[in-house]
């Protein structure tokens, strides 16, 4: 076989491949709890996407912020946009929720205090459908100019790269999954109240689903670190780490660790 044939063979399959996720479905779930200082930057980054064939959901916990208000008011500018407000609050429980509305080939769970850049959604997609991947994680960028918020991050993301096909890791910032890979699993695990993320790619690991990280990357919000400290958090994330490997998932609130309890951005 001749190298233009093959060239030619390779070319017309990435042309295949590219007609066929150019009509793929994503299902954008965001979930929300007060976050009116934070929704319009994610929602922001979505409006400017080049990739346009998407819906957006956001579940939301019973703010009693104008996260619903502000919500509304782009309902005009993104053709697949709906707002639902749930009584019972909690991560796990609204993923499932906003996954059970979802219409999308892949779901795209996010928080609401990420950003990312406008090829984000196009990117993704390519390295999903080139990958062949049910579920993945992206790397992550701290919002900040703090040194140690970088050198948390950059070391957060060489774990997730090196443990991606042996113990995987995710966090909840950004997650991907087929829709038929979350139905298998059964979705998020609500009785756990802290780390629901890596179980699930892990159960999605332990199903011999085909989970990776993939290389895009998401700006997230280093509040936490600035109302909590930074010392505080990375012992505690070490804490987390180290119950899920020996003691299990944690399914009662041992770490006080809350949801929805930042009033402000603080990104220095």
């Given at each position: 076989m001749s190298f233009f044939v093959i060239i030619y063979i390779i070319t017309n399959r990435v042309r295949t491949v590219n007609k066929i996720h150019s009509r793929t479905m994503i299902s954008i779930i965001i979930i929300t709890l007060n976050e009116e200082k934070n929704i319009s930057t994610i929602i922001e980054s979505l409006i400017k996407q080049t990739y346009k064939d998407f819906e957006v959901i956001i579940i939301d916990g019973n703010s009693t912020d104008n996260t619903e208000k502000i919500c509304r008011s782009y309902q005009e500018k993104i053709k697949n946009f709906s707002f639902n407000n749930i009584e019972k609050k909690g991560v796990s429980l609204q993923r499932n929720e906003g996954a059970k509305l979802a219409s999308g080939e892949y779901l795209f769970f996010m928080d609401a205090d990420i950003s990312f850049d406008k090829?984000?959604?196009?990117?993704?997609?390519?390295?999903?459908?080139?990958?062949?991947?049910?579920?993945?994680?992206?790397?992550?960028?701290?919002?900040?100019?703090n040194v140690i918020d970088k050198i948390f991050y950059s070391i957060m993301n060489i774990w997730f790269?090196?443990?991606?096909?042996?113990?995987?890791?995710?966090?909840?910032s950004c997650m991907i999954a087929k829709k038929t890979a979350h139905i298998t699993i059964g979705g998020f695990d609500e009785r756990i109240n802290?780390?629901?993320d890596n179980d699930y790619v892990f159960r999605i690991h332990k199903l011999k689903l085909r989970f990776g990280v993939i290389p895009t990357?998401?700006?997230?919000s280093t509040r936490r670190f600035e109302k909590?400290?930074?010392?505080?958090?990375?012992?505690?994330y070490i804490q987390i780490l180290l119950h899920r490997i020996f003691l299990g998932e944690i399914k009662k609130d041992k770490f006080?660790?809350?949801?929805?309890?930042?009033d402000e951005t603080n990104e220095k």
């Amino acid at each position: 076989m001749s190298f233009f044939v093959i060239i030619y063979i390779i070319t017309n399959r990435v042309r295949t491949v590219n007609k066929i996720h150019s009509r793929t479905m994503i299902s954008i779930i965001i979930i929300t709890l007060n976050e009116e200082k934070n929704i319009s930057t994610i929602i922001e980054s979505l409006i400017k996407q080049t990739y346009k064939d998407f819906e957006v959901i956001i579940i939301d916990g019973n703010s009693t912020d104008n996260t619903e208000k502000i919500c509304r008011s782009y309902q005009e500018k993104i053709k697949n946009f709906s707002f639902n407000n749930i009584e019972k609050k909690g991560v796990s429980l609204q993923r499932n929720e906003g996954a059970k509305l979802a219409s999308g080939e892949y779901l795209f769970f996010m928080d609401a205090d990420i950003s990312f850049d406008k090829n984000f959604l196009q990117k993704s997609l390519d390295s999903l459908y080139r990958k062949n991947l049910d579920a993945a994680g992206v790397y992550l960028k701290a919002r900040s100019k703090n040194v140690i918020d970088k050198i948390f991050y950059s070391i957060m993301n060489i774990w997730f790269f090196l443990m991606q096909k042996i113990y995987p890791h995710c966090v909840g910032s950004c997650m991907i999954a087929k829709k038929t890979a979350h139905i298998t699993i059964g979705g998020f695990d609500e009785r756990i109240n802290l780390a629901e993320d890596n179980d699930y790619v892990f159960r999605i690991h332990k199903l011999k689903l085909r989970f990776g990280v993939i290389p895009t990357i998401v700006n997230v919000s280093t509040r936490r670190f600035e109302k909590e400290g930074r010392l505080k958090m990375g012992i505690q994330y070490i804490q987390i780490l180290l119950h899920r490997i020996f003691l299990g998932e944690i399914k009662k609130d041992k770490f006080n660790y809350k949801f929805g309890h930042y009033d402000e951005t603080n990104e220095k």
